[in-house]
T-cell receptor
């Protein structure tokens, strides 16, 4: 089944404790992206990757890191989480950005709480 | 990132009624998508429109892309409780990114 998977689905952690949220897609998509969704603010892009080893900042990159060593995986790293990073996070993938219609396939989400 | 304004923010209607929600921007988009999101889940793509003036139908849902490719509307005919959800529009800008509106929360009451 074609899908985007994220792990963990739920995470409660404390300020300053490094964490990684994994994202994997099995559709051979080139473009991958991370979003956070907050009440009243909607979906905001954190980072995106056009392809392997190519990443770039979205609208709200502060406090986050990403890497794209393989086509299928795009982990989101919080080196020192803070309470303002409490949010619902979504990973998404797109077949290709350059020539496509930019449809995004979303993962099921990771609800992160930072105490 | 271009701003996409969705209106109304919240809409509650009775089953069987029709509704229209809007997505507007001052910027031109190469493509625009509509997604539906249910609580606790990721958004799911409904449709993509790429040509100004384009109209697409998906069962009881009709999507229209403005002639100038700056705005779009979603019309639901004879709404059903299963149509309840958050409808998100998203536009592809010229910077390899997708900008999302804040959504139209639709509630269809049985």
């Amino acid at each position: 089944e074609a899908q985007v998977t994220q792990n963990p689905r739920y995470l409660i952690t404390v300020t300053g404790k490094k964490l990684t949220v994994t994202c994997s897609q099995n559709m051979n998509h080139e473009y991958m992206s991370w979003y956070r969704q907050d009440p009243g603010l909607g979906l905001r892009q954190i980072y995106y990757s056009m392809n392997v080893e190519v990443t770039d900042k979205g609208d709200v990159p502060e406090g986050y890191k990403v890497s794209r060593k393989e086509k299928r995986n795009f982990p989101l790293i919080l080196e020192s989480p803070s309470p303002n990073q409490t949010s619902l996070y979504f990973c998404a993938s797109t077949l290709t950005w350059t020539f496509g219609a930019h449809e995004q396939f979303f993962g099921p989400g990771t609800r992160l709480t930072v105490l | 990132t271009q701003l996409l304004e969705q209106s109304p923010q919240f809409l509650s209607i009775q089953e069987g009624e029709n509704l229209t929600v809007y997505c507007n921007s001052s910027s031109v988009f190469s493509s625009l998508q509509w997604y539906r999101q249910e609580p606790g889940e990721g958004p799911v793509l409904l449709v993509t429109v790429v040509t100004g003036g384009e109209v697409k139908k998906l069962k009881r849902l009709t999507f229209q892309f403005g002639d100038a490719r700056k705005d779009s509307s979603l019309h639901i005919t004879a709404a059903q409780p299963g149509d309840t959800g958050l409808y998100l529009c998203a536009g592809a800008d010229g910077n390899n990114r997708l900008a999302f509106g804040k959504g139209n929360q639709v509630v269809v009451i049985p």
